[in-house]
């Protein structure tokens, strides 16, 4: 099986951006929802498993 190896930096530094993403659409997102709309929270969804994602491959990588 070929497997391709990501670069860790690039794994840390996406995580951190969607990470950040994710908590400034969070509390955005609570506060639509008061209000009915929950448009944000599909966005929301999208980022927890990239997020999700990642954090696995990371520990898979550490593993390899």
């Given at each position: ?5 990501v ?34 929270t ?5 980022l927890a498993?990239?997020?999700?994602l ?11």
């Amino acid at each position: 099986m070929n497997l391709i190896k990501v670069d860790d930096k690039f794994i840390t530094e996406r995580l951190q951006e969607l990470r950040n993403e994710y908590d400034s659409l969070r509390s955005y997102a609570c506060r639509q929802a008061d209000f009915g709309n929950w448009g944000p929270t599909s966005r929301l969804n999208e980022l927890a498993e990239e997020i999700r994602l990642l954090e696995a491959l990371e520990v898979y990588q550490e593993g390899v």
